[in-house]
């Protein structure tokens, strides 16, 4: 089951992956640059990596795929 808003599902992305492509279907999902996202996951790297790092796992995790 995947979460919706406006028409669109939230899905890992196909197109817009540099691994799993959570970053991507995130962005895709709320209308805003992966970049955003991305940036958003590399700054809760910075303390020690696991809480961007788990975060991205349980999403990948969760988030099915187009």
């Known amino acids: ?3 919706s808003a406006n028409g ?3 899905r890992r992305s196909r197109r817009n992956r540099v ?3 959570v ?3 995130i962005a895709e999902f709320f209308g ?3 970049f955003w996202i991305r940036l958003a996951f ?3 790297l910075i303390p020690g990596g696991v809480p961007g ?3 991205y796992l349980l999403l990948w ?5 187009e």
Not at 61 to 65: A, F, G, H, N, T
């Open 61 to 65: 995790l969760i988030i099915p795929s």
């Open 32 to 34: 805003v640059s992966a």
């Open 19 to 21: 691994l799993f492509g």
């Open 8 to 10: 669109r599902k939230l």
């Open 1 to 3: 089951m995947a979460f």
């Open 53 to 55: 790092l788990g975060l």
């Open 42 to 44: 590399l700054i809760a």
């Open 23 to 25: 970053a991507g279907g």
